[in-house]
Structures are given as C-alpha cells and as structure tokens.
T-cell receptor, first 111, second 112 residues
Framework: GPKVLQIPSHQIIDMGQMVTLNCDPV?????FYWYKQILGQQMEFLVNFYNGKVMEKSKLFKDQFSVERPDGSYFTLKIQPTALEDSAVYFC?????????FGEGTRLSVL | DAKTTQPDSMESTEGETVHLPCSHA???????IYWYRQVPLQGPEYVTHGLQQNTTNSMAFLAIASDRKSSTLILPHVSLRDAAVYHCILRASNYGNEKITFGAGTKLTIKP
C-alpha cells in the first residue's frame, strides 16, 4: 500500500547546527503534518500544512522551526539553530481525506 | 484538554478477543472517533474510525455506543504482533484540515 517515507532514519548533529528532515508523502496527498516524540513520551503535534501554507502550529513549533514543500516533492522540517531539547523522533504524516498516514520517523540526536 | 479516557494498560493472551474501551462523554456531534496504534520505534498505524455506526475492517471491529459517549475497539484472535499502545482520538473532521491529537493511550500486552 501507499507509504510515507522519511529520510534519513537517524541524524546526529551538533547543537547550534541546522538540520533538515525530509518527508516523502503519498503522491496524491494534500495535507501534511509533523509530530515530535521524545523517547517514552506521548506523540506531540507540531504543525500541519496545506496548499503551501501552515494551517496550524503548536507551542512546540518554535521560531527556529520552519516547514515547506519546495517543488511539490519532499515536505521538509528545518530546525535552525538546533538545541539539545530538539533531540527526539520526528514523525511526518500525510493525508488526502480521512486518516493521516504516518512515516517511520527520523531520530534526531543533538549533541 | 484530553477528550477521551482510556485505561493505562491491558493484558491478554494470544488467540483471545480483546475489548479496548474508550470514554468520550463530551463528544460533539461532528467529531469522529479514530483509533491508531503504535509499537516502539515505529510510526502510528491507523486502525479504524467511525462516526455513529459500528464499523469493521480487516484489523478490528469498532463498536460505538448509541449515545456516542463511549466506544470499544474489538480485536479478534490477537497475536503477539497486536501488542502496542492503542490510541482513541476524537477528530472534528474527516479531512486533513484537522490534526490528530494523541494522548497516552492503552498499552496492550499479549502473552504467548
């Protein structure tokens, strides 16, 4: 069946660096989401995105975060600069209508 | 602002039928009931959803009370692969403009 792919599966960076997390959504999906999950904790909503615009963002979506979908391909989450508390697994999801389909996540380790 | 209440954990044995309860006493008329499950180190997996009528698919049966204030996810003949955290979620729309908000869910443990 259709899948949401996230690249890379694991990324390690130094605090203060920029990082871009990539999500390859299902091809005909129009709505995109990012979630953050710290190990052992609940999944937290960050942002959703439609038609080139952020629709809603949570308090966790700091000013250092940005999202875009350049060229209609990857949906990206950029963090600049990164902080230690950004270490987590970031999940991307996409939907057309109905249930969002989630990727397997990118584990981000900020040192 | 948790809108659903689920037990923290449940345990069952392979081959049994599991009933996972969810209480949503303040559900609005336009809110759908969604179920997802998540195993460690993987993304959430959609299980099923419904509005008013009971629904069934290859994974589960969703029984919705007539007053919609509670629902039960029924997993027939569970296997070890069904061990996961199951999330009962209310969503104001069936469309993508509405996010999915996760709670703590019910951790389902399956014994061999």
């Amino acid at each position: 069946g259709p899948k949401v792919l996230q690249i890379p599966s694991h990324q390690i960076i130094d605090m203060g660096q920029m990082v871009t997390l990539n999500c390859d959504p299902v091809s005909n999906h129009l709505y995109f989401y990012w979630y953050k999950q710290i190990l052992g904790q609940q999944m937290e909503f960050l942002v959703n995105f439609y038609n080139g615009k952020v629709m809603e963002k949570s308090k966790l979506f700091k000013d250092q975060f940005s999202v875009e979908r350049p060229d209609g391909s990857y949906f990206t989450l950029k963090i600049q600069p990164t902080a230690l508390e950004d270490s987590a697994v970031y999940f991307c999801a996409s939907s057309l209508k109905g249930a969002p389909l989630f990727g397997e996540g990118t584990r981000l380790s900020v040192l | 602002d948790a809108k659903t209440t689920q037990p923290d954990s449940m345990e069952s044995t392979e081959g049994e039928t599991v009933h996972l309860p969810c209480s949503h006493a303040t559900i609005s008329g336009n809110e759908y009931i969604y179920w997802y499950r998540q195993v460690p180190l993987q993304g959430p997996e959609y299980v099923t959803h419904g509005l008013q009528q009971n629904t069934t698919n290859s994974m589960a049966f969703l029984a919705i009370a007539s007053d919609r204030k509670s629902s039960t996810l029924i997993l027939p003949h569970v296997s070890l692969r069904d061990a996961a955290v199951y999330h009962c979620i209310l969503r104001a729309s069936n469309y993508g403009n509405e996010k999915i908000t996760f709670g703590a869910g019910t951790k389902l443990t399956i014994k061999p």
